[in-house]
């Protein structure tokens, strides 16, 4: 839905429980006490939700009396009860509901959906928000707001806990309780019939006192909705997720993926971490907690001896880590410290009687060294060295350093005194080197990940023009007609105008010409068995070597066929190569539908291939390079091939993802792409079979479903301005500099008409928010100088923000000072406008103060209408783009 009224449900004044006097959960009586027993400065109430008579012809329920009317009302009553509850609340005023645990083995299926159904009918016309049902509640600590079932009292703090499992949040409470770590939101979503995860991540990626976001979730239902605010969420906050898997996954139907890699793969994508265990959750928390932002991805290891050392670094190796480099001077000064025979390397094996001091001489002799990033202690018992000693020396250069130190105690009781002192000096402490590097790792991986949040593929092609009408005819020629599927030469028409090779073989009418065919071809090849026009059987038999084994394969595939298919005739033999000439093995290239994210890419190897080199992997369109890239890079199709080759190939099969990107991106008829077997060679790829099924009457080209909105490329205009050309486009992630450049440099008066207050110096993390958009739900539109230095500077910026789940939208723009006044704000203005009513806005709505009047030029000039504003000095801008119920 949107963030509308969620004040109320994070930040409310005032708080009612209502319960109806039999609820036996007692979730009513536990939420009352840790409302009472916490800082919240607003009224608490509890209200009483007593059935009517049977005679009485009004509301099933009666609340009792309220002193105020509660912002937030937390609701304890059956679930067929609740309707009436809110209707009730919503007539005197409430806007936030949390529903909490429902007695739901008391109703069948049809009850609680009509149940549900009510709820949000009695909800919609009071813009109630409703949390729930189910829900264990919420808790804002620094509001001293908790209106849940907590175990245990929780501190403030910046990390922000979302669940839908009410055990996995007690559990992850009650550790970081013992673990004296604070949160700035718990929030347990309940069966998310109308706030939801979304919701909640848009709430969050706003809010000023959380600083990284912990979510453990099952699934979505809107996978649109949710990369949009999963991607807000994570541009500027670490969000880390344990994700409950079904125990069988399901595959969307032939693809060679499950629907637990489709999440795996927009997760990634939306540039969150995903860890795997509730251990991994508990260390997780403490991180976030704790860690700082990290130099680089190399990790130096010190060790009080070789054993540990050796262990923490091939731990570190086997999860695709790097080590560490110590230059020479750090060496050489290491060496005069720990005065030992031993090679002084990484991982650093320290002497078996190192002190407590030397100890922490070493470590900061490393931190000294310009080419260390991050350090791993791993400590275990030493009668030279009491561990709580070591702590103290760690903890005391951890307090001089800006660098991540994790540290490890490898032991039992004898290190639990040293686990205590890091942890209370907010020092990284792990009970092994296996969980310290997994944490390490992860934070290596948000890294990663938010290197693929930031890319914004263009909906129009770059670097290769594809022939979209042939492309088009050849689909408009399948659905006229009535093919759900691509014919061989339709399919042909298809890749090429996207310049696929398709490798052509004709079909050989005899097992001894077949044979001549392979001659021609080369072994080993593929045997496919062709049936008269019409028949839809597909018999391969693949890797064949000789003559011999062809002969034996067509036998068995004419007898497959007869089984299959009787009566079906076969009217020859296909050949085609079973392996690429580089080397490479067979892939099978594909698009799939999954029923939240929409459509996916797949790279897989060839399904008829004995070659078995890589796995299965997916990612969410639209693709570029480098996202294409990364695909190809975790298939691992090419680990087997030699080093000096890889870089082509992997190349080859990147551009050709984004090719097969960029058909889904145009042509929207498309439901399903099986491109098996296609060969890769250095010189391209080449698609030996096509199957590519059909959507007819898909509406609009292009973008059918896509969770991730592409660059809006078709956007882009080159305009005439004061004898120059001025480029006016969407706004890309890399314009953060230029136009945190433009931001600053406005005149202190410039300053505070745009932001009603004079800003200067915009912090970073405002710049991002500014320049990393979903052009799903706002557009920006910059207009770029290149000056003759080649360098790009920003003059102007407009931007709206569209209202999600209305038709309404905000708008704001600035012009650089210097050169105000001479069109180029009507010039942006006029831009927006034109997206905006192709978007299918109905209203752009805008404030400005009332002693802007060049903005109240500008806006007159448009045909907006100006009124007073609710606030002081302000004025509202509005203006109708069309009607309401217009198509």
Excluded at 191 to 210: G, K, Q
Excluded at 227 to 251: D, E, F, H, Q, Y
Excluded at 262 to 267: F, K, T
Aim: aromatic share 6%.
């Amino acid at each position: 839905m949107t963030v509308r009224n969620l004040e109320f449900l994070f930040h409310p004044a005032s708080v009612a429980v209502v319960a109806e006097p039999d609820e036996p959960s007692r979730y009513a009586e536990v939420v009352l006490a840790n409302l009472e027993a916490g800082s919240f400065s607003g009224p608490v109430m509890s209200v009483s939700a007593r059935k009517r008579s049977l005679f009485y012809l009004g509301d099933d329920v009666r609340l009792g009396e309220l002193a105020v009317v509660p912002d937030l009302a937390i609701i304890c009553a059956s679930l067929d009860n609740v309707p009436s509850i809110i209707g009730q609340l919503g007539a005197r005023g409430t806007r936030a509901v949390i529903v909490g645990p429902w007695m739901w083995h008391r109703m069948n299926r049809k009850q609680i959906a009509a149940a549900r159904t009510a709820i949000l009918e009695a909800a919609q016309p009071y813009l109630i928000r409703v949390l729930g049902p189910g829900s264990g509640g919420l808790v804002v600590p620094a509001r001293g707001l908790d209106a849940s079932a907590a175990p245990v009292p929780i501190k403030p703090g910046k990390i922000a806990l979302v669940a839908q499992s009410t055990a996995i949040t007690a559990a992850v409470l009650d550790r970081a309780h013992s673990k004296g770590i604070g949160f700035s939101t718990v929030l347990h979503l309940g069966a998310c019939l109308d706030v939801d995860l979304a919701d909640v991540l848009d709430w969050l990626a706003a809010d000023p006192d959380t600083r990284s976001i912990l979510v453990q979730f099952e699934e979505v239902s809107a996978g649109r909705k949710f990369m949009s605010a999963a991607r807000a969420a994570a541009r500027n906050k670490p969000v880390i997720t344990l994700r409950g898997r079904p125990v069988t996954g399901s595959n969307p139907i032939g693809a060679p993926f499950t629907a637990g890699q489709v999440y795996e793969a927009a997760l990634r994508r939306a540039g969150w971490v995903s860890i795997a265990t509730l251990g991994d959750l508990f260390e997780a928390v403490e991180a976030m907690a704790r860690v700082r932002p990290l130099g680089g991805e190399r990790l130096t290891i010190l060790a009080n001896g070789h054993g540990l050392g050796r262990i923490a670094g091939e731990t570190l190796l086997r999860s695709g880590g790097t080590l560490g480099h110590l230059s020479e001077a750090t060496v050489k000064r290491l060496d005069g410290l720990l005065q030992t025979r031993s090679t002084l390397s990484n991982p650093l094996a320290l002497p078996a009687d190192i002190t407590p001091a030397h100890w922490g001489e070493a470590l900061a002799t490393v931190l000294a060294d310009n080419e260390t990033e991050s350090v791993l202690t791993v400590c275990s018992p030493s009668p030279f060295a009491p561990s709580a000693e070591v702590a103290a020396a760690i903890c005391e250069v951890s307090r001089q350093t800006e660098r991540n130190i994790f540290t490890c105690w490898v032991g039992g009781a004898a290190m639990l005194e040293a686990q205590r002192i890091a942890a209370a000096h907010g020092v990284l402490s792990h009970e092994s080197p296996e969980r310290a590097i997994a944490v390490f790792q992860g934070v290596v991986n948000y890294r990663r990940n938010r290197s693929l949040l930031m890319q914004m593929p263009p909906s129009l092609t770059e670097g290769f023009s594809p022939d979209v009408e042939a492309a088009r005819s050849a689909v408009g020629e399948a659905i006229a007609a009535g093919a759900a599927k691509l014919s061989t030469r339709q399919a042909r028409r298809l890749l090429q105008a996207y310049g696929f090779a398709v490798g052509e073989y004709a079909v050989a009418g005899s097992i001894d010409a077949a044979i001549r065919t392979a001659g021609e071809i080369g072994y080993p090849v593929d045997l496919i068995l062709v049936f008269s026009e019409g028949v839809s059987l597909a018999l391969v038999a693949a890797g064949l070597r000789s003559p011999a084994e062809i002969r034996l394969a067509a036998r068995g595939l004419r007898n497959r066929a007869r089984r299959q298919r009787p009566g079906s005739r076969a009217s020859g033999y296909r050949l085609r190569p079973s392996a690429a000439r580089s080397g490479a093995p067979a892939l099978r290239f594909g698009v799939a539908s999954d029923p939240v994210f929409g459509p996916v890419i797949f790279l897989a190897p060839a399904s008829a291939s004995g070659h078995r080199d890589g796995r299965p992997v997916v990612a969410l369109p639209p693709l570029n390079l480098m996202l294409a890239g990364d695909l190809v890079a975790r298939s691992g199709f090419a680990d087997s091939l030699a080093e000096g080759e890889r870089p082509a190939l992997q190349a080859a099969a990147s551009n050709a993802l984004v090719r097969l990107s960029q058909l889904l991106t145009d042509i929207d008829e498309l439901s399903g792409v099986e491109l098996d077997p296609l060969h890769v060679e250095a010189s391209g790829v080449v698609v030996l079979g096509a199957r590519i099924d059909l959507v007819p009457g898909a509406g609009k080209p292009g973008l059918r479903g896509f969770a991730i909105c592409p660059y809006p490329k078709e956007l882009e205009q080159t305009v005439d301005w004061q004898g120059g050309r001025l480029l006016i486009r969407p706004i890309r992630p890399e314009d953060e500099n230029t136009l945190g450049e433009l931001l600053n440099s406005l005149a202190p008066e410039d300053s505070r008409m745009r932001f009603f207050e004079s800003v200067r110096n915009l912090p970073r993390a405002r710049l991002a928010r500014f320049s990393q958009i979903d052009y799903d739900r706002e557009m920006a539109l910059v207009a770029i100088e290149r000056g003759s230095d080649g360098v790009e500077r920003s003059l102007g910026e407009v931007r709206a923000v569209v209202d999600p789940g209305s038709a309404l939208a905000d708008f704001a723009i600035v012009v650089a000072s210097p050169i105000k006044g001479q069109g180029l704000g009507r010039l942006l203005l006029q831009s927006l406008i034109a997206y905006c009513r192709g978007r299918g806005i109905v209203e752009l709505r805008g404030e400005t103060l009332d002693g802007n009047l060049r903005m109240q030029r500008l806006a007159r000039h448009f045909g907006f209408t100006l009124s007073t504003g609710a606030d002081r000095g302000i004025l509202d801008l509005r203006l109708t783009l069309r009607a309401p119920d217009e198509p």
